[in-house]
């Protein structure tokens, strides 16, 4: 585990360049024959980064808390106490971001999407709800500044019911500080400094979402209900970030948590590859470069840019902070690529955006701990169970936030993904040629790059730009790499990358 873990600690010294921040460090991402690619951090995004408050996620953890249960059923409970129950959390989170948008003075359009779970017909398999039940999605939308229809969304996301043992106990006190209000406060935490830089001018050109989904525990009915909604009204959503179990579990003598470290799942196949689709991608040994693993591949790959090392303790991350440094951190905080959708026999609501065909991917803490997870809160054999704030690192949550809205603003900024990727196969010989179609959304000054990577690595490691041309022809065979192209903008944010098919 450990030396598998070695491919993806970020670490290295930071480089002050042409208003740019290069992580020299990003060598460490590859394989020690690999060759870096560069990675330019936008001192913008920097910037929102040193706003994200571990102060303002605590505030946030504690309130939702301070709701007792944010059980999905206890919305037709007409017995709890006052200011209990999931459809206060709503009313509350629905304020924040209101409250919010009111800072960049009505950038959010913050919407309330309402709906109906029923229990299962007699005879039908049973379902996690034993009468209609009201279920709440809250959303805030802040659009885009392009007037281009398709340039693209990109949605962080965190669920505010919490549950017990029993997920149908309704009444029963389930705080729910890490499983998942701590991702609530980071969805809430990246539309305040998103928000906040709007304000003093941030103008990002694709559309970011920011939202809170209920019914997870009862089986992911919010982020269902949400994804066939963005399906239907034909949403450009590019990234899915599902925040579940972001805490950072901080309980005492726990000795295999990794703070610098958090997880992030993704599938390999896609779940709506047709039969055809699935026998094209086994063919091409393509099981690696799906929509969803591509996402998890461009955040490690956006890491050691905005996450540096230092030897001399954790630089200063508030609004006075200097500027050209991205946020130090000792190790580098970093992500790990888990390639599976996600943990053994469990889910999360980035499966089901993937069901409507979107790349997503999950965020969880390295290490869980189950005595404070789905449990009821109690002192038994001397130990204390229940998932309580106590048990919550808010440093960490920041950390969390941080890499999201660092992903969320470079996708929202940069173009769409190229079209039509194709491999020239005509030909039987050891060169490559690459063709493709242009961005549906390609601002002015957009270029094409062609990446790869021998079949035995994660990440990316060659690139050669193409410039505003559409395709490209490499002394590189075909048959012993992996290729992507994706688009650039002039200030070097990147699309996803797309891997090619054969075509003649």
Same mark, same amino acid.
């Given at each position: 585990?450990?030396?598998?873990?070695?491919?993806?600690?970020?670490?290295? $010294?930071?480089?002050?360049?042409?208003?740019?921040?290069?992580?020299?460090?990003?060598?460490?991402?590859?394989?020690?024959?690999?060759?870096?690619?560069?990675?330019?951090?936008?001192?913008?995004?920097?910037?929102?980064?040193?706003?994200?408050?571990?102060?303002?996620?605590?505030?946030?953890?504690?309130?939702?808390?301070?709701?007792?249960?944010?059980?999905?059923?206890?919305?037709?409970?007409?017995?709890?106490?006052?200011?209990?129950?999931?459809?206060?959390?709503?009313?509350?989170?629905?304020?924040?971001?209101?409250?919010?948008?009111?800072? $960049?003075?009505? $950038?959010?359009?913050?919407?309330?999407?309402?709906?109906?779970?029923?229990?299962?017909?007699?005879?039908?398999?049973?379902?996690?709800?034993?009468?209609?039940?009201?279920?709440?999605?809250?959303?805030?939308? &802040?659009?885009?500044?392009?007037?281009?229809?398709?340039?693209?969304?990109?949605?962080?996301?965190?669920?505010?019911?919490?549950?017990?043992?029993?997920?149908?106990?309704?009444?029963?006190?389930?705080?729910?500080?890490?499983?998942?209000?701590?991702?609530?406060?980071?969805?809430?935490?990246?539309?305040?400094?998103?928000?906040?830089?709007?304000?003093?001018?941030?103008?990002?050109?694709?559309?970011?979402?920011?939202?809170?989904?209920?019914?997870?525990?009862?089986?992911?009915?919010?982020?269902?209900?949400?994804?066939? &909604?963005?399906?239907?009204?034909?949403?450009?959503?590019?990234?899915? &970030?599902?925040?579940?179990?972001?805490?950072?579990?901080?309980?005492?003598?726990?000795?295999?948590?990794?703070?610098?470290?958090?997880?992030?799942?993704?599938?390999?196949?896609?779940?709506?590859?047709?039969?055809?689709?699935?026998?094209?991608?086994?063919?091409?040994?393509?099981?690696?470069?799906?929509?969803?693993?591509?996402?998890?591949?461009?955040?490690?790959?956006?890491?050691?840019?905005?996450?540096?090392?230092?030897?001399?303790?954790?630089?200063?991350?508030?609004?006075?902070?200097?500027?050209?440094?991205?946020?130090?951190?000792?190790?580098?905080?970093?992500?790990?690529?888990?390639?599976?959708?996600?943990?053994?026999?469990?889910?999360?609501?980035?499966?089901? @955006?993937?069901?409507?065909?979107?790349?997503?991917?999950?965020?969880?803490?390295?290490?869980?701990? @189950?005595?404070?997870?789905?449990?009821?809160?109690?002192?038994?054999?001397?130990?204390?169970?229940?998932?309580?704030?106590?048990?919550?690192?808010?440093?960490?949550?920041?950390?969390?936030?941080?890499?999201?809205?660092?992903?969320?603003?470079?996708?929202?900024?940069?173009?769409?993904?190229?079209?039509?990727?194709?491999?020239?196969?005509?030909?039987?010989?050891?060169?490559?040629?690459?063709?493709?179609?242009?961005?549906?959304?390609?601002?002015?000054?957009?270029?094409?790059?062609?990446?790869?990577?021998?079949?035995?690595?994660? &990440?990316?490691?060659?690139?050669?730009?193409?410039?505003?041309?559409?395709?490209?022809?490499?002394?590189?065979?075909?048959?012993?790499?992996?290729?992507?192209?994706?688009?650039?903008?002039?200030?070097?944010?990147?699309?996803?990358?797309?891997?090619?098919?054969?075509?003649?």
């Amino acid at each position: 585990m450990k030396r598998k873990r070695e491919v993806f600690a970020l670490c290295g $010294c930071v480089v002050w360049m042409a208003g740019s921040v290069v992580a020299a460090g990003a060598q460490s991402l590859l394989s020690p024959n690999a060759v870096s690619l560069p990675v330019a951090a936008d001192p913008q995004i920097i910037a929102v980064l040193r706003s994200i408050s571990p102060d303002a996620v605590q505030r946030d953890i504690a309130k939702l808390v301070g709701f007792g249960t944010r059980s999905t059923l206890s919305s037709m409970e007409t017995n709890l106490p006052a200011g209990h129950g999931v459809l206060p959390a709503a009313d509350w989170v629905e304020s924040e971001y209101r409250a919010i948008s009111a800072t $960049c003075g009505g $950038c959010l359009e913050v919407k309330r999407d309402e709906f109906t779970e029923e229990p299962a017909p007699e005879g039908k398999p049973k379902t996690r709800f034993v009468r209609s039940t009201k279920l709440v999605n809250v959303y805030a939308i &802040l659009h885009g500044s392009s007037p281009d229809k398709a340039a693209q969304w990109v949605l962080v996301t965190g669920h505010m019911d919490s549950r017990v043992n029993d997920v149908l106990d309704a009444h029963a006190d389930a705080p729910g500080a890490n499983d998942d209000a701590s991702g609530v406060a980071v969805s809430l935490e990246c539309a305040r400094a998103i928000a906040t830089a709007v304000q003093q001018g941030l103008k990002p050109a694709g559309t970011i979402v920011f939202v809170a989904v209920d019914g997870e525990e009862q089986g992911l009915n919010g982020s269902r209900h949400l994804a066939v &909604l963005a399906r239907q009204q034909g949403w450009p959503l590019e990234a899915v &970030l599902n925040n579940d179990i972001v805490g950072g579990d901080t309980t005492p003598g726990e000795t295999l948590q990794d703070k610098s470290a958090v997880r992030v799942f993704s599938e390999g196949v896609p779940s709506v590859a047709t039969p055809e689709q699935q026998r094209q991608i086994l063919a091409l040994g393509a099981e690696n470069d799906s929509p969803s693993r591509e996402l998890a591949r461009a955040i490690a790959e956006l890491a050691p840019a905005y996450f540096a090392a230092s030897s001399q303790g954790a630089a200063p991350v508030g609004p006075g902070a200097a500027r050209s440094h991205a946020v130090r951190l000792v190790p580098a905080f970093h992500p790990v690529l888990i390639l599976r959708r996600d943990r053994y026999l469990r889910g999360g609501d980035h499966t089901s @955006f993937n069901g409507e065909g979107f790349a997503a991917i999950r965020f969880t803490e390295w290490r869980e701990n @189950f005595d404070h997870q789905h449990q009821a809160v109690r002192i038994e054999k001397g130990l204390q169970h229940g998932d309580l704030p106590q048990y919550v690192d808010f440093n960490y949550v920041a950390n969390v936030a941080r890499m999201n809205a660092a992903t969320l603003l470079t996708l929202a900024e940069a173009p769409s993904v190229p079209q039509q990727v194709k491999v020239l196969t005509a030909a039987l010989d050891n060169n490559s040629e690459l063709t493709w179609q242009p961005s549906a959304f390609a601002p002015a000054g957009t270029t094409y790059e062609v990446v790869w990577r021998d079949t035995n690595e994660l &990440l990316w490691t060659h690139a050669r730009s193409a410039g505003t041309a559409m395709t490209l022809k490499l002394d590189v065979s075909k048959d012993n790499v992996l290729f992507g192209v994706r688009a650039v903008d002039p200030a070097g944010h990147r699309s996803l990358a797309v891997p090619p098919v054969p075509g003649r």
